[in-house]
């Protein structure tokens, strides 16, 4: 209750921040994007994770105003860095309660029109398990945010209980394999095929592949052989705020 009450105030109070974490292409080995990563600037708990506060700010619908402040900034900075990085993505992550919103077509649409980001430029990332709510709402949703020119990325892919149908059903333009695939398997060899299988799925149906939690040159090295597109993890870059993020980018012309 403290935190809820705590949480109203934040966005008022200009708590919230956004880390980036880098994504890469795997060819390249280029920056090619970033992930928006919301943290709580708590005035007396330090810097909080999403896990400290999401299920309340979903459960208060706090999410909603919160959700929205994040889509404003992310695509504000994204903006900011095309000089930089031409071409430059941004992932945002997009809670169910959010996307299940009528006026979330909307709020997209202001995000980028107060930004001058292009629409492609943005990713929206929603889970496998936020999607299987209501699939068919979701694919009719999913095809109105698509057809204002953003990306739409699933999120966590392989860990829902219907991953293959959703696959079937979505449109979508890329597929996020969950770090569980890369990481802490009991059978390594049964990695490779599992995250060959949904590379191979993916690129049959024409979706581009992120993989995510590549802490190893070993898991980054078999990503290459299987012909993964994107990756993202402590290896390359942790999640920074946005000076350090900067960082990472060519230096100015
Ligand atoms: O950054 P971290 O790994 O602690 O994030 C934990 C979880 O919080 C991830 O699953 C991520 O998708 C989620 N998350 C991070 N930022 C946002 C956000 O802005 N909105 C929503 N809905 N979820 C987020
Ligand atoms: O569910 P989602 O993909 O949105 O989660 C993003 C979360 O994953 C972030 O909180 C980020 O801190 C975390 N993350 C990013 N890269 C790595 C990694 O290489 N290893 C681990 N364990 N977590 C990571
Ligand atoms: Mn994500
Ligand atoms: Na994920």
Not at 39 to 55: D, I, K, Y
Not at 104 to 132: C, D, K, M, N, Y
Request: proline content about 6%; aromatic content about 6%.
């Amino acid at each position: 209750l403290e935190v809820e009450r705590d949480l109203r105030g934040a966005l008022v109070r200009g708590e919230f921040v956004l880390h980036y974490q880098g994504q890469y292409d795997v060819r390249t080995q280029a920056l090619t994007g970033f992930e928006a990563l919301l943290r709580w600037q708590h005035p007396t708990q330090g810097l909080l994770p999403p896990g400290e506060f999401l299920g309340i700010a979903e459960d208060s619908q706090l999410i909603l105003p919160v959700g929205a402040w994040v889509l404003r900034e992310a695509c504000g900075q994204a903006a900011a860095w095309q000089t930089r990085a031409p071409g430059l993505t941004i992932s945002v992550n997009v809670s169910a309660l959010q996307f299940e919103q009528p006026g979330f077509l909307t709020t997209v649409q202001q995000a980028l029109e107060a930004s001058g980001l292009a629409p492609q430029h943005l990713i929206l990332e929603l889970t496998e398990q936020a999607a299987a709510r209501h699939p068919e709402a979701t694919a009719q949703q999913l095809a109105r945010l698509r057809g204002l020119g953003v990306q739409i990325a699933l999120d966590d892919f392989g860990t829902g209980q219907s991953s293959l149908s959703l696959l079937h059903q979505l449109p979508i333009d890329l597929l996020k394999i969950d770090r569980s695939f890369l990481q802490a398997a009991p059978d390594p060899e049964a990695n490779r095929v599992f995250i060959g299988v949904m590379i191979t799925l993916a690129h049959g149906l024409n979706l581009l592949v992120t993989a995510e939690g590549v802490e190893t040159s070993q898991q980054r090295a078999l990503l290459g052989e299987l012909g993964c597109d994107s990756m993202q993890g402590f290896l390359l870059t942790r999640p920074l705020p946005a000076a350090e993020a900067e960082g990472l980018l060519m230096p100015p012309a």
